[in-house]
Nanobody
Framework: VQLQASGGGSVQPGGSLRLSCAAS????????IGWFRQAPGKEREFVAA????????YYQDSVKSRFTISRDNADTAVYLQMNNLKPEDTAVYYC?????????????????WGQGTLVTVSS
């Protein structure tokens, strides 16, 4: 089971990035996918999650109006569209998968993790 996060990079404040989370050797059809991030010197924190059908999503308050999580099960991928990026969004972003139906905001809920992709927001 592998999850591959990609799409990170460096942008200026106010810019946009779209992160992708692709699965290999594992179907996303029945998995909840979450995005977490870890900023330098800080603990990893929840960003967003989406259920397997794509009709339920959940966001951290600080990103709710700027980030959008979506999924394409045909492509076995989940996306995190990040708009109006701020310097405080700088972090390594990880995607993770779980079959749990609750507590999506908790790291311990997720069984499978990707390797992370770095997002840097700086002028």
């Amino acid at each position: 089971v592998q999850l591959q996060a990609s799409g990170g990079g460096s942008v200026q404040p106010g810019g946009s990035l779209r992160l992708s989370c692709a699965a290999s050797s594992f179907t996303l059809d029945y998995a909840v996918i979450g995005w977490f991030r870890q900023a330098p010197g800080k603990e990893r924190e929840f960003v967003a999650a989406i259920n397997w059908s794509g009709d339920r999503s959940y966001y951290q308050d600080s990103v709710k109006s700027r980030f959008t999580i979506s999924r394409d099960n045909a492509d076995t991928a989940v996306y995190l569209q990040m708009n109006n990026l701020k310097p405080e969004d700088t972090a390594v972003y990880y995607c993770a998968a779980t079959s749990a139906s609750t507590r999506w905001h908790l790291e311990g809920t997720y069984k499978y993790w990707g390797q992370g992709t770095l997002v840097t927001v700086s002028s």
